[in-house]
């Protein structure tokens, strides 16, 4: 059973950073992996993605001050968050698929983390 455990969430200044990380396990063959974020009444928005071989993809809007990574064994991805403005304030998810990247739409991801918060406060 694959679970997915984030952490790094927490309240930062504009133009502030944040790591987030998700532990993996329970799943070692091919995979896409995903952070999506969510504020209240909104729908969940994927914002980047890499695959197994580390390509990347990301949402314009977080393009040049986020970087999706993760480990050598794949048992973690990261999301580093820089130049963070008052509208990244959201509760980020980290997700995966099995097989290749095929987007950044919810319902493409079979695994969900439990959710960070991150606060970015004006």
């Known amino acids: 059973q694959v679970q997915l455990v984030e952490s790094g ?3 930062v200044q ?3 950073s944040l790591r987030l990380s998700c532990a993996v396990s329970g799943y070692s063959g091919s995979r896409c992996r995903a952070w999506f974020r ?3 009444g909104k729908e969940r928005e994927g914002i980047a ?3 197994s ?4 993809k ?3 809007s977080v393009k ?3 970087t999706i990574s993760q480990d050598n064994a794949k048992t973690t991805q990261y999301l580093q968050m820089n130049s963070l403005k008052p509208e990244d304030t959201a509760m980020y998810f980290c997700a995966e698929a099995r097989g290749r990247c095929r987007g950044m739409l919810e319902y ?3 695994y969900w983390g439990q959710g960070t918060q991150v606060t970015v406060a004006s």
């Open 9 to 11: 969430g927490g309240s």
């Open 53 to 56: 071989d580390g390509n990347t």
């Open 49 to 51: 993605t890499i695959d």
């Open 14 to 16: 504009v133009g502030g």
């Open 64 to 66: 040049g001050r986020f």
């Open 58 to 60: 990301y949402k314009d």
């Open 38 to 40: 969510q504020v209240p």
């Open 108 to 110: 493409l991801y079979d």
